[in-house]
């Protein structure tokens, strides 16, 4: 059984199709990344699994079956705009939103208080949201989402307005629900912390699907055909490289179509080159993201 | 528990821990006590004259003769004007009227003081008044005299068609207690209904909703919100009434004949719970609306002037619904769901409501109400996550038919 399978949703304003016929599935256990640019359409397509917003068509289950009050309990979601009752304390925020999950007052203290003393702010627990730093106020609200031990937990840009601090504590605390088997879909626009933390992905872009696989795949997918070089030795008159370009300390070497990074080696170590280092030449997420949405744009 | 009741919950204790609430709420009944108490401490400031007041009279016609000692004041007769104009200024006397020649055919009393003043006191209007008569109704009995200085003491019945006295006697309490109670529905509505729209306001603005949203339908989420409120506004109208109750029995002390009057239909105090709830309910889901679609608190408030003008609009035409309740303009004042509360409370004072036009009323503000709650469940669906721009009336109507 899948966490989520998304088949063909679709949700148009107006004339625009802000999610337009996309498919995916989430596995259990994984983390799932949702990329794209601003208004790729990520917000509206999580939005749809929460059913906040209806799809105009098109079919999304949760845990194998439609949302309903029970699944939603199952649910932690950290939304992308994302605030909290300024007047109220932290361990009555913490209360209210767990026993809207379903979760008694005594456990949901109990608890709270466990997560705030992770996060190193126990001592806040009284104090009023508005008293708290911004910083303080997000990693709250990732307590708010995962209070009630859900088995999916849905990020949408959760490490938007973060310091560096805070943004690894919050990916310690992504880890950490990981290693307990739960599964957790963020979306980001930041290709790093999907390269960091995600198995699989999914690339939305002008509300469609442009790339989906596991980041392994879709690196592999969008390998250049080149090689890193580290080296001394002189490359010039290599047949098979039609050019060689300085990258980061090392030479990246473009080959043409019929040659492989494997005959590359071979000539290179019959001429009596010495190596210091060799590798495929692997396109950053970043670079596959500029690349496909720059392609989309043309 | 359930998630309504979680949130009804949780919207009536934010709601009456609130400073602006507990302050409207006792505001009420601890500034009519203020007046009351002030309405009993003035009077005794001002310390009742001891002394006995004398005042002087010429009689040119010639049979006032008759003295007479009441309300502190003694009336001394003087043979001329010469004579009493040197007492006056002597200040033997505080004052002294002349009764003149041409009395008995005009009835002229010409009056000379030492002070200015704006009229002349009852006391002393009702001392040359007793005095005149006294005089002029010399040989009748005392009683005859007492009649005629106080001869009508009018006790009016309303009759039904039967010939049997009326539920509804009019007077004083049927004005009286249909205002009152219009105001405190009017009040208590607006109050609640508004809590509703700053929260509205106020979870835009703080980017709740979306988290609310993950754990309840928008259904739930209206459903208990305006009950939640309404809860709230029940308790302060229920204050209110207890108050009321209590400041009545101190304040018949003071004006025991005017209060003693007020009586309450029983069917006026049911129609009263149910057009608060029934107008509360309209009024919330109004808010609630108009709550969905305004990007801030502030920008809510104005909108929602467009439904709560039209609420007073009965007190404009509050003689028009007393004198003439059977106009066709009363009728649909009574019909129209967002007036239909206190011109009902206005009319149910005064004279009886046809039953079929009270049927119809409430008929018409039930299905008010659940239309209007389909509709900005709709509302919310589309709206509550939409910060920044408001939508113009095309798109509101497009989402009606999409959500």
């Known amino acids: ?298 | 528990m359930n998630k309504t009741l979680l949130l009804i919950k949780h919207e009536f204790v934010n709601t009456v821990r609130r400073k602006a609430f507990v302050i409207l709420t006792l505001a009420f009944p601890v500034i009519a006590l203020l007046g009351l108490l002030a309405a009993q401490v003035i009077p005794g400031m001002i310390t009742p004259t001891t002394t006995i007041e004398k005042v002087g009279y010429v009689d040119k016609v010639g049979i006032f003769t008759q003295g007479l000692t009441e309300y502190k004041t003694e009336l001394v007769p003087y043979a001329g004007e010469d004579v009493a104009k040197t007492a006056l200024t002597d200040k033997k006397i505080k004052e002294y009227f002349v009764i003149g020649p041409d009395y008995l055919s005009t009835g002229l009393v010409q009056r000379y003081t030492l002070t200015s003043e704006i009229a002349p006191s009852s006391t002393v209007q009702t001392v040359i008044k007793d005095f005149l008569l006294n005089n002029l109704l010399k040989g009748n009995s005392e009683e005859v005299i007492a009649r005629a200085k106080s001869p009508l003491n009018i006790d009016s019945t309303t009759l039904t068609a039967a010939g049997t006295p009326a539920a509804r006697q009019g007077g004083f309490s049927a004005l009286i207690l249909p205002y009152i109670f219009s105001i405190l529905l009017m009040m208590a509505i607006f109050t609640s209904s508004g809590y509703l729209l700053q929260g509205l306001g106020e979870e835009k603005e703080n980017r709740v909703m979306e988290i609310l949203l993950s754990s309840i339908s928008p259904r739930q989420l209206l459903a208990g919100k305006v009950l939640g409120l309404g809860a709230a506004g029940l308790v302060q109208i229920v204050v209110w009434l207890i108050s009321a109750n209590f400041l009545m029995k101190i304040a018949s002390s003071t004006w025991g004949n005017v209060i003693g009057s007020l009586q309450v239909p029983p069917e006026f105090l049911i129609l009263g719970v149910i057009y608060f709830i029934l107008g509360y309910l309209l009024m919330a889901v109004l808010m609630a609306g108009v709550g969905s679609i305004s990007p801030t608190a502030r920008e809510g408030q104005q909108m929602s002037a467009i439904f709560t003008l039209p609420v007073i609009i009965p007190i404009y035409f509050m003689g028009l619904i007393m004198e003439h309740p059977e106009n066709v303009a009363v009728k649909i004042l009574t019909f129209f769901p967002i007036t239909a509360p206190i011109t009902v409370i206005v009319r149910s004072g005064l004279s009886e409501i046809p039953l079929w036009e009270l049927l119809v009323s409430i008929s018409i503000l039930i299905l008010s109400i659940w239309g209007l709650f389909i509709l900005t469940t709709k509302l919310f669906r589309t709206y509550l996550l939409m910060y920044g721009k408001r939508p113009d009336l095309r798109e509101i109507i497009r989402s009606f038919k999409e959500a």
Request: aromatic content about 4%.
């Open chain 1, 1 to 298: 059984m899948f966490a989520i399978e998304v088949k063909q949703i679709l949700k148009a304003y107006g004339n625009r199709a802000a999610v337009n016929n996309v498919s995916f599935d989430v596995n259990q256990g994984e983390i799932f990344g949702l990329i794209g640019p601003n208004g790729a359409g990520k917000t509206t397509t999580i939005r749809m699994m929460m059913d906040i917003i209806k799809p105009d068509s098109g079919e999304i289950k949760v845990m194998g079956e439609k949302l309903n009050d029970g699944s939603k309990n199952k649910i932690g979601y950290l939304p992308e705009e994302r605030g909290l009752y300024k007047k109220m304390s932290v361990m009555d925020t913490i209360i209210y939103f767990a026993s809207l999950k379903g979760v008694d007052k005594v456990t949901a203290r109990k608890r709270g208080e466990e997560m705030l003393k992770r996060a190193d702010l126990l001592p806040h627990k009284n104090k009023r949201i508005e008293e708290l730093s911004r910083g303080m106020g997000q990693i709250i609200q990732v307590i708010i989402t995962t209070i009630h031990e859900p088995d999916l937990i849905i990020l949408d840009e959760p490490f938007s307005g973060l310091d560096p601090v805070n943004t690894q504590l919050l990916k310690d605390m992504i880890r950490e629900l990981k290693n307990r088997g739960k599964t957790i879909i963020m979306s980001t626009h930041l290709m790093n912390d999907i390269e960091e933390l995600c198995d699989r992905l999914l690339m939305i872009n002008k509300g469609r699907a442009v790339l989906y696989g596991s980041v392994a795949e879709v690196k592999s997918k969008y390998r250049n055909n080149a090689v890193l070089i580290e080296t001394k030795g002189d490359l010039t008159g290599i047949e098979g490289v039609t050019g060689i370009t300085p990258h980061n300390g090392a030479l990246e070497l473009k080959l043409d179509a019929n040659t492989t990074p494997q005959m590359v080696l071979e000539r290179l170590v019959k001429k009596g080159i010495v190596i210091n280092r060799f590798e495929l030449s692997m396109p950053s997420l970043t670079e596959i993201f500029i690349k496909v949405v720059g392609d989309e744009h043309e």
